[in-house]
């Protein structure tokens, strides 16, 4: 069972609601890629403007979404944020899965002292706030968006791990498991073939409904000084910086955060979409919303 | 006992599960033979054991489950003490197991197609293509309808009768010696059963394959094998052929457990139930486990018991000793 073949286009197409969210994401991951190419104001999009005369201007036709406190248009900054935002989201999320999954698959497979060592490894990372451990891994490896990434990550995947620990765990005793043991199959096939797909649901579903969440905690490393540097427009940055006129002047924070509201609505509409295609016995019930 | 060199003994084993409440003595001293294209019926009630023979013959014993004492020998292998290798080229192979429950012994993600494939696959190394024939021609045999729907489906979407004709496909699949059923059709509906129950007895008889059926059903046992061992609290404490078991019981406890068949021939106010409480399994017997509960016993019971020879019978009981 192939996770994305053709068959998703056809699920989809009978499911507008989850097809809405499919279209959104990847228009922002299109979005994010020509961002650095289709920008009208390049210097206001890179914060490299300083003017201001043109600060805390509202939405108008030149200036759709309003001006900042340095007289940047914000339209082109949360076009150029896309593409950090995104990168990071989608790095920190994949990375994190992708260890998360492999550690709790073999933890909660292997049992034993393997699986022991390596969920008090898990509960290690658990012990700190989450931010707190990013924080203190961007502030060693220094500021850049790929620090961010391999911090937040760090931070992030023993959620996964848990998860799919405790997903491994159930589904490890179904008679479908007994009886591969039964027939004698490999402790490999077992694993990678019946244990992985039936316990990757639940964790496949967070990740896509932390996209939003690592946006957001991408915004508050930068905030807090690490992360990703200014003057780098990213969604999370930009909102937290247009905070501190949120009463005089809304534009700065609301349209970047509308913006990331929309993201992490199509995330969460594609997670759905994924978690009912993975299970065959969703799949065939055509939705009627 | 037949003549012929056994396929499949049983030699005074015991099983034993190590569990928080204590060990469970789950098989007590089992002797079993069984002969290539036999089929033999092990009938007991919920906790006699017979499940966890089972589960031993065909090699997958949990991990807190002890073997204490006694050897299963198949084909001169002793199965309990050969080496992984020789394990690996029996189990699933040459002895296979059909389950109870037929919706979860299929992987809800995968279709029947793709179960069978991975176990031809993997259990007798050839090609995909290869195994995609094997597959057609094994549910053929076990009479699937819609061969080519069933290939594609996912579990949920076939019944139960179905699925279980795909799990008894399964289990000929690399033409085995012998096949294991524990409590084959305890999940389906009377039709279903019967439909089933004859299917599998003539696999078994077409394909030469020894059948170890395990039931608390004696009618079952009847229908499909011809010898039948009655379980109680781990001990064999009765076995021959099925039609003289049912016939002319010997041991209380088989009288027992016919007499509290319901019958729809005689009025009865109350169905008749066996006195007493089963056997705790955490117990250690040296004598007759149903002595606590048989109308019959006497004082000698209590210490010590034997196996008395009747023609082709065999029973458990100080009745019968000389």
Known sequence: ?289 | MSTSKPLLSIRGLSIDYYTLSGIIHAVRRVDLELCSGESLCIVGESGSGKSTLGVALSLALPLNAVVKSGSIIYNDIDLLRARRDVIDKIKGREITMIFQDPLATFSPLHTIGEHLEDIAISKLGISKREASNIVVDVLKKVRMPDVDRVLKSYPHELSGGMLQRAAIGAAILTKPKIIVADEPTSMLDATIQAQILSLLKELVRSEGTSLVLITHNLGVALRVCEKTAIMYAGVIVEDGSTLDIIKEPLHPYTKSLLASIPRSSHRVSRIIHIQGEPLDPRLEVSGCPFANRCPSARDKCFESVDYVKIGDRRVYCNLYSR
Do not use: H
């Open chain 1, 1 to 289: 069972m192939g996770l994305f073949p053709c068959d998703f286009f056809k699920f989809l197409v009978k499911r507008p609601l989850y097809t809405t969210g499919f279209i959104i994401v990847v228009a922002f991951i299109i979005l994010g890629c020509i961002a650095p190419y289709i920008l009208t104001k390049p210097e206001d999009a890179w914060g490299v403007t300083y003017d201001l005369n043109k600060a805390f201007q509202p939405p108008s036709p030149e200036y759709p979404f309003g001006t900042d406190a340095y007289g940047r248009d914000m339209l082109n900054r949360v076009i150029l944020g896309s593409r950090y935002s995104l990168i990071i989201a989608v790095c920190v999320v994949g990375l994190s899965l992708i260890i998360g999954v492999i550690v709790g698959l073999v933890a909660g497979y292997l049992a034993g002292i393997i699986g022991t060592v390596l969920m008090r490894l898990t509960d290690m990372f658990l012990a700190y706030p989450p931010l707190l451990l990013a924080v203190a891994f961007a502030s060693v490896l220094g500021r850049g968006v790929l620090t961010a990434i391999i911090a937040l990550a760090i931070s992030w995947w023993p959620w996964y791990a848990r998860l799919m620990y405790i997903s491994v765990n159930s589904v490890k005793s179904a008679l479908y498991v007994e009886a591969a043991k039964v027939i004698g199959l490999s402790k490999f096939t077992i694993m990678t073939k019946y244990i992985l797909p039936n316990s990757l649901i639940p964790v496949v579903t967070q990740a896509m409904l932390d996209m939003g969440s690592a946006i957001l905690e991408a915004s508050a490393l930068s905030f807090l000084g690490v992360g990703v540097p200014p003057p780098i427009p990213e969604w999370g940055r930009l909102i937290s910086e247009g905070w501190v006129y949120v009463s005089k002047a809304y534009w700065i924070t609301f349209f970047p955060g509308l913006v990331l509201l929309v993201t992490v609505v199509g995330f969460n509409l594609l997670g759905d979409a994924v978690k009912e295609y993975m299970n065959p016995r969703l799949r065939s019930i055509v939705a009627k919303r």
